[in-house]
């Protein structure tokens, strides 16, 4: 346990990832306070989802470490996963099965688990509970994960671009009502995307990541009060290739 | 998190992937009812049909379970499902293998579970499946997983693992044939169960380490794979290679039990064929050149080699073939001459194949070879045969050279278990020249023994049932008599005494020892023994001839009774001895009267036996 950490759901403490010669991470440190919703953003290939696979103990840096309520994610990965509910990027949940069956298999590699309110929001998702999950579309696949996600009521949900892929409808529904929802309720929140406008109505604070560097990491507000533009304007001017650090 | 939690997890991805493949046993179901309906749409018999499918059953799961319930998950980036759970890797991990393990095992059981209940094959007992079934299994299974992740990952590193395996199996393989050919068979239950656990304990700890510490990432889950496999398998192959060498350097301490053994015609080398004892494996012999005075000694190789080595009449050389049944053969000559005996390779001018048979003259200048289609002989040390001539169906064949220097050899112009001829081949080194000089007539799997310098030869006809032994000039082949009619005895021995008469041994209902002439005319016959026996006749010393009487067979306890072979009269019976030159495996070649006064006792001892005292002194082995 991690004195310094010990509060706060979720840190990483200059955690850098390279994949042989290759540097994809280097030195990033941030936290994310509890209740906050922290969008972090990147271009494609700036290391978001290596940093998510970190921060799920899914991947191993290869310096620095994630931490997660004080522990270090790597170690305890299986305990801590009690806590944290994760939406992956791309969905992963066995292709075979239906939404039914997976929310029965889910349930079972959970101490607590709410089988009824899981099933009311696939529900309210009007997902078809008997189709397999491969023969969902997109936009149902990620509303099923996101309903797993859920289902053991977690303190930290890491969402990795939960709306690539989703129409305008979906994406409102994932923003408005989930993270919305789950916001309010005081759940902390890390999420990756390129919905930039989607996210200024809910983010407490925002990180940015260039080339593997978090060049940015402040509160929303005053991030748009310093540049006095919009998020995707200054998205663009911290982002671009030739812009210098901003942090 | 509770361990309940993580077994309950377990059980529920078994569960999982059980029913995602829930169609295998369907199928296996089907599979079990073919062997039945066989006979009625006549494609096959139902027994072997029940386990051939049964096989290809349990092989196909293995397969196609192995190869997909992590490779396939961690190729297509859906391992991260479970990652994301609070279940340790060992509950995702050991989850996909049991449930490997059931379909594979459950698939197995129904299609072979009818056959084995009509009693079409035997259910096997515990000990296979310790020894064979469960290892196997795990092995296989464990194998197909690793070398599925390892293809799926795609990278470099899958190179360096066959490149990896390549250089282990050719480790295995090597050290395997190099044992077999020490005698100690390396693909038995004895090797095959640790070599099927120490490979089932690598994929096992491989596959644990891959979802340790390579989770959800299939390149990182294949590199960590990769090294806790070789880390495992490496130190294990080639353990098994510094043991196999080790084995093979076996010296006369290591003799526990004495097969053969003959002498120098003077001096203290002999060469003893024997089997290790613990801690080198069974089975394990070695021939060794071994000098009873100073403890020095050569190995000639491994044991079991119906060609013995020859020494030169001084007594100063021994020479001996190398590899005789392999593709390529060598020649070596221990220079006996010297305090450490050197070991020189010499040319042997014959093409590659088996030796059938090996003889050097007495002054050690000529050396023959019987091959399977070719007799040659040659001046040691030289490049080039200096005669060559076509011999016929292989056969281990006695050479002997005569007192000119010519070697005599018979050939078989038939197969050599049918009734025919017999030609006797003679090669002159002189003249460069080689002939059929006569022919012997035969009943058919004829076994010769030659006369001292060749000049009679000695054929047991059908010695495997109602045996005949006729005398022989061994130059023309002319009968000289029919010394034991055919149906007389159960068995027939013969060997010829230094003095070029011969000594025969009759079984049957009794043993009897006969001593005849050059001639063929009878000098005495003694009643050696009142019962059967399996008998060999050996001189021991001048004017002893030693009968070994082996009372149920080979490698049994054996007694020998020593006879003055002038008197014809019994000296005395030596209890549980026998003489050591009448190696079962060794006399079918042989080609002289043995050396003597070397025995083995029953505890497989080499014992030097005063034959007037009856002191006996252990050379080596029997504790």
Sequence with gaps: MNAGTEGVPLSCEHLSIRYGGTRVLEDVSFSVPSGCVYALLGRNGAGKSSLVRCLVGQQRATSGRAVLFGRDVWRDRAALMARVGVVPEEPDAPPELSPARLVALTGRLYPRWDEAATRERLRRFAIPMETRFARLSKGQKGAVQLALALGHAPELMILDDPTLGLDVVARDQVFSEVIGELADRGTTILITTHDLAAIEGIADRVGMLREGRLVLDESLEAVKERYALPLERIFADVTSASAGGAR | ?623
Excluded: C
Aim: proline share 6%.
């Design chain 2, 1 to 623: 998190m509770s361990e309940r939690v993580a077994v309950r997890g377990l059980m529920a991805v078994a569960a999982r992937e059980v029913s995602e493949r829930i169609a295998l046993l369907g199928l296996a179901v089907v599979v079990a009812a073919v062997p039945f309906l066989a006979p009625w749409i006549g494609i096959g018999d139902r027994p072997l049909l029940g386990v051939l499918l049964g096989v290809v059953m349990v092989l196909a799961a293995a397969v196609l379970t192995g190869s997909s319930v992590i490779a396939s998950d961690l190729a297509e980036r859906r391992l991260g499902f479970f990652f994301s759970r609070p279940v340790p890797w060992w509950s995702i991990w050991g989850g996909k293998m049991l449930a490997a393990f059931v379909l594979t095992f459950v698939a197995g059981a129904i299609v072979l579970g009818p056959s084995a209940a009509v009693g079409d094959w035997r259910l096997p007992g515990g000990g296979w499946w310790v020894r064979i079934g469960v290892p196997g299994l795990i092995a296989v299974i464990g194998t197909v997983n690793v070398l599925a992740v390892g293809y799926r990952a795609r990278s470099l590193w899958f190179a360096a693992d066959l490149a990896m395996t390549g250089a282990l199996v050719w480790i295995v393989i090597r050290t395997s044939r190099g044992l077999m050919t020490w005698g100690v068979w390396a693909i038995s239950y004895e090797f095959i169960t640790p070599a099927l656990w120490a490979l089932a304990a690598a994929v096992t700890v491989a596959g644990a380490a891959q979802m340790a510490r390579g989770r959800a990432d299939i390149t990182p889950s294949h590199r960590v794979m990769s090294i806790a496999l070789w880390a495992v398998l490496t130190p294990v192959a080639l353990g098994y290679a510094a043991w196999g060498t080790w084995v093979q350097r076996m010296g006369p301490a290591d003799v526990r039990s004495v097969l053969s053994a003959w002498s120098a015609p003077k001096g203290s080398w002999i060469v003893v064929t024997g089997r290790a004892g613990w801690p080198r494996p069974e089975g394990l012999s070695a021939t060794l050149l071994v000098n009873t005075s100073t403890q020095q000694f050569r190995r000639l190789g491994p044991g079991f080699s119906p060609l013995r080595p020859p020494f030169t009449s001084d007594a100063m050389r021994a020479v001996w073939v190398s590899d005789p049944f392999g593709q390529k053969p060598r020649l070596t000559v221990a220079d006996l001459g010297s305090g450490e005996p050197a070991l020189t390779d010499v040319p042997l001018p014959v093409p590659p194949g088996s030796v059938r048979g090996f003889a050097l003259s007495p002054d050690g200048r000529q050396a023959a070879i019987a091959q399977d289609a070719l007799a040659t002989v040659f001046a040691l040390g030289s490049q080039q045969a200096s005669v060559t001539f076509p011999l016929g169906s292989g056969r281990l064949s006695a050479i002997v050279f005569d007192v000119v220097g010519r070697a005599h050899v018979l050939s078989a112009r038939q197969d050599f278990l049918l009734p025919g001829t017999l030609d006797i081949l003679v090669l002159d080194p002189a003249t460069r020249k080689g002939s059929v000089t006569g022919h012997i007539d035969t009943r058919g799997n004829p076994l010769e023994v030659w006369g001292p310098g060749g000049e009679r030869v000695a054929v047991v006809h059908r010695q495997e049932r109602r045996p005949s032994l006729t005398l022989h000039d061994g130059t023309t082949g002319a009968l000289v008599a029919t010394l034991v009619p055919e149906g007389r005895a159960g068995r027939i021995a013969a060997t010829f005494l230094r003095d070029g008469r011969l000594a025969v041994v009759e079984s049957g209902s009794g043993v009897i020892l006969r001593v005849f002439s050059a001639e063929g005319a009878e000098s005495w016959s003694l009643d050696v023994s009142p019962t059967y026996s399996v008998t060999r006749a050996t001189e021991v010393a001048p004017g002893v001839i030693a009968v070994e009487l082996s009372f149920r067979g080979r490698g049994s306890r054996s007694d020998t009774v020593l006879v003055d072979e002038t008197a014809g009269r019994v000296i005395r019976r030596e209890n549980g001895l026998r003489p050591a030159a009448s190696s079962w495996f060794a006399w079918r070649a042989q080609a002289g009267p043995d050396d003597g006064s070397l025995f083995v006792d029953d505890r497989g001892a080499l014992v030097r036996l005063d034959i007037v005292t009856g002191a006996r002194q252990v050379l080596l082995g029997g504790s």
